[in-house]
């Protein structure tokens, strides 16, 4: 709670600044023109309070939208068919309801996601302590945000998926229509490897691609080194998820 408070406390003053939000909104430009330059700029300026709301507003705002929007009869009765036994269809009936579907959306948007960022921050100032860097918590959480900031076009491209759609008919997991499962692999959310393919988007490689700058930039060190520092921690994740559907 402590690391939270501060992180949020140091973000706020962007917007007691009027001259801090319109700096933020070009280093979104400077994130896809020039990311090197961009990751020089947010350690001399750490501020990520712009994209990180953006995200997570962005994403719960989706989800919002699409609960609000979808025929949940039809939703229900597709996840029913794909992840429940007849043994167990009468319970999952009760459980599967819009309030609950929602409301851990909106959970996972508001806590998880900020969280996340978290964590991976730790993982770099930590690297960062190893390699003797003095770079702060701070600034790590920085780069994780902006790093995560190719996750506003899986947004875009979800609000598109909504408008498109017809008669209210679309399932979560295709919100995403940029994941690996709904651009290679089609699997229904009831097939094993679904949720690792759905997780994984063009966004996802976006995001490691500018880890790996965003560390270099800050680091020194090479490329192969700064490489295998940023794309560790999502290595580690997917080999135990991969590992543990294949056991």
Request: aromatic share 12%; proline share 5%.
């Amino acid at each position: 709670m402590f690391l939270i408070r501060t992180l949020i406390m140091n973000q706020t003053s962007v917007l007691a600044d009027p001259a801090a939000a319109p700096g933020q909104w070009r280093l979104l430009a400077g994130i896809v023109q020039n990311p090197a330059q961009a990751f020089r700029q947010i350690a001399a300026r750490p501020r990520s309070l712009l994209p990180l709301s953006l995200i997570v507003a962005g994403t719960a705002l989706l989800y919002l939208w699409y609960y609000g929007w979808v025929d949940f009869a039809w939703l229900r009765e597709r996840l029913l068919d794909q992840l429940a036994t007849p043994g167990n269809r009468e319970a999952a009936l009760k459980a599967v309801t819009r309030p609950l579907m929602l409301g851990s959306s909106i959970a996972g948007a508001l806590i998880t996601l900020p969280l996340s960022y978290l964590l991976l921050a730790l993982y770099f100032h930590g690297v960062g302590k190893l390699r003797g860097l003095g770079i702060g918590l701070r600034q790590w959480y920085a780069l994780v945000v902006w790093s995560s900031t190719p996750a506003l076009l899986a947004l875009l491209s979800g609000a598109v998926q909504i408008l498109a759609a017809s008669a209210g008919r679309l399932e979560p997991s295709q919100l995403d229509p940029l994941s690996l499962n709904q651009l290679l692999f089609h699997l229904d959310v009831g097939h094993a490897w679904a949720g690792v393919l759905d997780s994984v988007d063009l966004g996802s490689f976006w995001k490691l691609a500018l880890l790996a700058i965003g560390y270099k930039t800050w680091s020194g060190d090479r490329w192969p080194v700064s490489a295998a520092v940023a794309w560790a921690p999502a290595a580690l994740f997917y080999g135990v998820w991969i590992a543990f559907k294949a056991w």
